[in-house]
Every structure is written in C-alpha cells, then in structure tokens.
C-alpha cells in the first residue's frame, strides 16, 4: 500500500502515514475483515464523500439509506484517524468557545439550540448501536468532571442548576470528601460534578459497524484512496486519485483534524489540527484498583484547559490521555509518551509500577472561533463539510456527518445557524502550527492559576 502524498498539510508526513497508528490499543480489539477496494479507473456518482470517519460515515448512511447513490474516498481503511483512536467518549461537548461566548456572541436561541444538538448528537449514537445491532464495548452512563482546584469546584457548586437545568438531566456535585469512597480516587482533584448524560464506548468497533452498514446498503467505500486533487468538468467535481478519477454532482468533506489547505482551497487556514496522545495500561487486578482506589466505570476528565480523559474499561486496564505535543517525529512521539506517563503516574500514584502497553496519538481539530462548522464550502457549488469538534468527535462527529447529508439532500436540518458561518482563517496561514506553543503555554499558565 502506498502511503498519501496530499500537498496542503501542514504536519510532518509521519501523521498521515499508516504507521501513526502503530500501537494503537482498538486495532487489537476489532480486527476488520470487510474489503475496501481501492478506487481505480473512472466512473460517476451522486454524491461522493471524502474521509471514512465517524462524519463522512454517518453522512454516506443517511446518503444511502435515502437511496443516493455515494462513494467514500479515504486514504486509508475506515476508522483509521481520529475516529479509530480516540478515547471513545461519546458526551457533550463540540466547542472550546464556553457556553457563555456562544450566548455574548450569537444569542441565546443559538446558545439554546447548540446545547439540544449536544444532547441530540448523544442520542443519535446511542439509537445508531440500537438500531444496527452494534457491539462497541458500552459502559459508564454518565459523565464526570474533576475540579483540578478548589477554586474550580467553587464555580461548580455554583452552576451545577444551571448545567442540570441546559441539559434537562441530573447533574450531582460530588464534594471532594466523598470521591474516594465511591472509587474517584484521584491525586490532586477537589471534587467533581457527575452529568448523567453520555456513555463510553470502543470508538473502532463504533465507526466498523457505521461502514458495514453503509455497504449493506449499497454505498462503495474506497480505502487506500487518497484525493490528490479536485478539479470542474460542467456540473461534476472530479475527485482525482493515484488512479483513478471520480465525477460526482455533489462532494461532501469530511476530513476534519487530517484534512488540507488545497482539498479544497476553500479549507486554507481554517482548521487547525492538536495532537492528543492516550496510553493504556494492561489490566489491573482488584488489589491495584482497591490500591489507587480509582474503581469507577465513569469515564472521567479534569477541569484544565490542557486536560486529562480516562477511564477504567471493561476489561479493566485503564485508558489515559492528554494533549501538548506539537511535532510529530519519532523523537517528539517518545517524549510525548513519557510526558504522558509522568502526569499518568502523577494522577494515580498507585499504579507508578503498572506497564501501560500501548501508546498512540491522532489529531483532533480545531477552528479559529471555537465553535464547529457544518455547512456549504461557497455559493451554488453543491460542495458541503463538516469539521471542528475540538476533541469531541464521537457524538458530534457522527451528528454533523448526519446534518450534512441532509444538507446535501436538500433537506431541513436541525443546525444552529453559527455552525454554517464560514469559519474565520487562522493567523499565519500555512505556518499557523507554529502558534501552538505560545498558546499552549498560555493555556498551561492559565490552569496554574486557576
């Protein structure tokens, strides 16, 4: 299999390179005996959707399940980015921009209809593993965040209504005296508030099933299929790979964290793509657990900007995952995994000894405002994406590729109209990676003092 060669990227080819995902602790999991055909030769479709991931998925179901005609295109097999590795937390979330800047910036209807979505995006997932009879490992009903300092609980305590009350679910402040006696025992944590809203799961298993049920129902997914280029012939974009081309009367991108500045050149500079590294430990044993006194199926994260996600899985190793590294490079991989060990060990003491046996690392993205995108790529030209869920692909991922399909099928949609502005482009243009630092280091400073 060649590797992609995309011009526009803006990591290391290392990232998009199928040995990124060496490591990986899903793979192992979800063997994957489907064939996906590489795209050869020449040939039309309706609708032609590129990425295989949790969006260009579910937008080729709900493509397909209309009775459209549509291919996918990836450069790899189904679920290999983000979408096959990430921590599998299907929850709220989508934006970096707080609840409070959606509302200053676009009002409250929007802030209103953004938070449904968020709740409506869980539920899609949710009915989705019901309906296509998908096995992807469920648990921790309920979702929770750990204050890193007092000062966080105390704001806590103070919007936990109002955060029950946007969700229209129970949320339950837990006082840092009480975590250890129900298995949240974790170093330096002043107290938590559960959410009873969302659910883990094995995030491989999840984007499998949504490609075998796009092929059972009749739509062509093409691994090892990279789009090099996209050109016009009258009304059909031509999608042009390593060998073949593509007509289709209407594109759908959804590339997210893994996409470039020239497919097409509408994206140049509107994303940018974040590492996010997750280590995941063999399974412990009751006397580790009762150890560390971290017993909890709950999937977890803590209140920093530059936060932790964790979670003890069914098989109880327990998965740990973080942010910050800026380079992708052999020697920036093993720093990164050792970074993420130190704060792993730093979290749960106990468990200093216990191997973690896989690493790996993906890219999340985000955009200039913070908030997501799910729209029209210009004016009349039947191109649409979808992208930005800044860490929170598995429900709002799967959402968007949903409400873009419907988009592109002409038909109503349940999206706030922020998400269809056109997003601003990132200071810095192609050499905008180089921001990253400057910020992480704002963001590190910020969650010193708060």
Excluded at 170 to 186: E, F, R, T, V
Excluded at 255 to 282: A, E, H, K
Excluded at 405 to 431: I, K, V, Y
Aim: glycine share 10%.
């Amino acid at each position: 299999m060649s590797e992609p060669s995309i011009a526009g990227r803006i990591y290391e080819p290392a990232a998009y390179a199928a040995k990124s995902l060496e490591g990986c602790f899903w793979v192992q999991t979800a063997p994957d005996p489907a064939q996906y055909p590489r795209f050869e030769g020449e040939s039309s479709v309706e609708f032609a959707v590129i990425g295989a991931g949790f969006t260009g998925l579910s937008a080729a179901l709900r493509l397909s399940e209309a009775g459209a005609e549509v291919a996918v295109l990836d450069a790899h097999p189904p679920g290999w980015g983000a979408s096959g590795r990430n921590g599998g937390f299907c929850c709220i979330g989508g934006a970096k921009a707080s609840s409070a800047q959606i509302r200053t910036r676009y009002g409250a209807a929007e802030a209103a209809k953004f938070h449904a979505a968020e709740r409506a995006a869980i539920e899609q997932v949710s009915d989705r593993i019901a309906t296509l009879g998908l096995s992807v490992d469920r648990h921790s009903e309920g979702e929770l965040q750990l204050a890193h300092s007092p000062k966080v609980f105390a704001q806590m305590r103070a919007e936990a209504a109002q955060i029950s009350a946007t969700y229209g679910v129970q949320a339950d402040l837990i006082g840092p005296g009480d975590l250890a006696s129900l298995g949240l025992n974790a170093q330096g944590m002043h107290g938590g508030l559960r959410l009873d809203l969302g659910f883990a799961l094995n995030p491989r298993k999840y984007a499998l099933g949504l490609a075998r049920a796009v092929q059972d129902r009749g739509g062509r997914i093409h691994a090892d299929s990279a789009v090099h280029s996209i050109t016009r012939e009258g009304e059909f974009h031509v999608l042009h790979t390593a060998h073949g081309r593509l007509r289709a009367r209407h594109l759908l991108m959804a590339t997210n964290g893994y996409s470039s500045d020239t497919l097409p050149r509408w994206m140049r500079s509107r994303y940018l793509p974040l590492q996010s590294s997750v280590i995941v430990t063999r399974p412990l044993s009751e006397n580790e657990i009762a150890a560390q006194g971290w017993s909890s199926d709950l999937m977890a994260y803590d209140s920093r900007n530059l936060l932790h996600y964790f979670r003890l899985m069914p098989d109880r190793r327990m998965l740990f995952g973080m942010r910050g590294a800026v380079r992708w490079s052999d020697a920036s991989q093993r720093a990164h995994r050792t970074a993420t060990r130190a704060h792993f060990d730093a979290m749960f003491p106990a468990w200093q000894g216990v191997e973690t046996s896989h690493f790996w690392s993906g890219l999340v993205c985000l955009a200039r405002d913070l908030v997501p995108f799910v729209g029209a790529l210009g004016q009349g030209e039947r191109v649409y994406g979808a992208f930005a869920y800044h860490g929170n692909g598995v429900a709002m991922g799967s959402w968007s590729g949903d409400q873009m399909a419907r988009l592109a099928l002409g038909q109503p949609t349940d999206l706030p109209n922020f998400f269809q502005r056109s997003p601003q482009r990132f200071e810095l243009g192609p050499l905008r990676r180089l921001s990253l630092p400057l910020a992480l280091l704002h963001y590190r400073i910020q969650d010193a003092l708060s």
